[in-house]
T-cell receptor
Framework: DAKTTQPPSMDCAEGRAANLPCNHS???????VYWYRQIHSQGPQYIIH???NNETNEMASLIITEDRKSSTLILPHATLRDTAVYYC?????????????FGGGTRLMVKP | DTAVSQTPKYLVTQMGNDKSIKCEQN?????MYWYKQDSKKFLKIMFS???????INETVPNRFSPKSPDKAHLNLHINSLELGDSAVYFC????????????????FGPGTRLLVL
């Protein structure tokens, strides 16, 4: 079972920042937070991951609270092509076989 | 070139048949996976496999079996297909399990849409 909670859907205006929240209150000390997204009819795509510190790459920023019980994925300037389902996942090397457990995700709709 | 490819893209078949879905990755990765995405869009891991071990999600029926002719390929065989097997099946790969202290990024294929009639 997924160990994260995300809102089922969100809207964002094109060009604005999209802030996608995720709760993972039962996260353990060695578990990372991963974000993937799935654009309609495509396979999931890795976005970013982090442990404690905030992370940024060319796609997004990941803000993790100090207690690590929640995080926010930020798409700084959302475009129509960012419309997708965004999955927040927690996991560690202790997970058998490096398996990702996907929850329901957040369906982000970027509108013109 | 597509990093992770799957064939066929669509598969329509009758209940009771046996079918295979092929997956190939050209990333030089050591670990490959199969996921199932059902009609409610939930993605569930089925298998994790590298050249040393196969790890099976215990909820997967034994009618499903992965077969790896080499490190770059992980095919999914399904025996005695049932209506409930209709779903989109995704193959994925990653460099390995132990690099950097975290789970390696997984790269997914485009999916195979299976419809059992």
């Amino acid at each position: 079972d997924a160990k994260t909670t995300q809102p089922p859907s969100m809207d964002c205006a094109e060009g604005r920042a999209a802030n996608l929240p995720c709760n993972h209150s039962t996260i353990s000390g060695n578990e990372y937070v991963y974000w993937y997204r799935q654009i309609h009819s495509q396979g999931p795509q890795y976005i970013i991951h982090g442990l404690k510190n905030n992370e940024t790459n060319e796609m997004a920023s990941l803000i993790i609270t100090e207690d690590r019980k929640s995080s926010t994925l930020i798409l700084p300037h959302a475009t129509l092509r960012d419309t997708a389902v965004y999955y927040c996942i927690v996991g560690s090397l202790n997970n058998a076989g490096n398996m990702l457990t996907f929850g329901g995700g957040t369906r982000l709709m970027v509108k013109p | 070139d597509t990093a992770v490819s799957q064939t066929p893209k669509y598969l329509v078949t009758q209940m009771g048949n046996d079918k295979s879905i092929k997956c190939e990755q050209n990333l030089g990765h050591d670990t490959m996976y199969w996921y199932k995405q059902d009609s409610k869009k939930f993605l569930k891991i089925m298998f994790s496999y590298n050249n040393k071990e196969l790890i099976i999600n215990e909820t997967v029926p034994n009618r499903f079996s992965p077969k790896s002719p080499d490190k770059a390929h992980l095919n999914l065989h399904i025996n005695s297909l049932e209506l409930g097997d209709s779903a989109v099946y995704f193959c994925a790969s990653s460099r390995g399990r132990l690099a950097g202290g975290y789970q390696e990024t997984q790269y997914f294929g485009p999916g195979t849409r299976l419809l059992v009639l």
